[in-house]
């Protein structure tokens, strides 16, 4: 069992594409692309942490890429999960449990996990957030800061370990199980 962490699909969202300068033709070959990277790297016994923004897209239609993508999913909520088309979905029929924010402890990892960065958090946790669309080559994180979201991180889950590398710029590696 391995542990992922992602944020900012934006699945069903064709004006994603334009704003953050996604590699995808429609929003059909997006969502298909993030189901194919996410079920590459997530096994179906792995848990997934999304620090938010799914969908744009209806419920029937969230619902339909829910049910394709693999692993034991947790949900903290991002602004666009609260408005929109998806709003009203029955989001604990997808996810274990959702928080607006969540302190997650796996082996030696301590994280703060939420939509939003923040400019300051509890010493000695990491503080892993999505809402930003980084980019590599513009984000500038705080050490034992990252953002998790697709736009950053090759449209793809990454693993927690991964996650802590990148928030320390490789200083430290971790003992996760």
């Known amino acids: 069992m391995k542990t992922f962490i992602t944020s900012d699909t934006h699945f069903f969202h064709e004006n994603i594409i334009k704003f953050c300068d996604r590699p995808y033709g429609s929003a059909e070959e997006m969502n298909y692309k993030l189901i194919q990277n996410w079920n590459m790297v997530v096994s179906p016994e792995d848990h997934v942490w999304h620090l938010g923004d799914v969908s744009f897209?209806?419920?029937?239609?969230?619902?339909?890429?829910l049910h394709q993508?693999?692993?034991?999913?947790?949900?903290?909520?991002?602004?666009?999960?609260?408005?929109?088309r998806c709003q009203k979905l029955d989001w604990s029929k997808f996810f274990v449990d959702q928080h607006d924010y969540f302190r997650l402890k796996v082996g030696d990892v301590k994280a703060v996990l939420c939509h939003f960065p923040f400019s300051s958090?509890?010493?000695g946790y990491?503080?892993?957030?999505?809402?930003?669309?980084?980019?590599?080559?513009?984000y500038h994180s705080k050490y034992m800061q990252h953002d998790v979201g697709v736009d950053m991180?090759?449209?793809?889950?990454?693993?927690?370990?991964?996650?802590?590398?990148?928030?320390?710029?490789?200083?430290?590696?971790?003992?996760l199980y």
């Open 57 to 65: 897209g209806t419920v029937e239609q969230t619902e339909g890429i």
């Open 121 to 123: 958090w509890e010493r």
């Open 153 to 175: 991180n090759n449209y793809t889950p990454l693993l927690l370990e991964d996650a802590v590398k990148r928030a320390t710029q490789g200083k430290e590696q971790v003992k």
């Open 126 to 138: 990491y503080n892993f957030h999505g809402h930003w669309h980084s980019t590599p080559k513009d």
């Open 69 to 84: 993508l693999n692993g034991i999913k947790h949900l903290i909520t991002g602004n666009h999960d609260r408005k929109g």
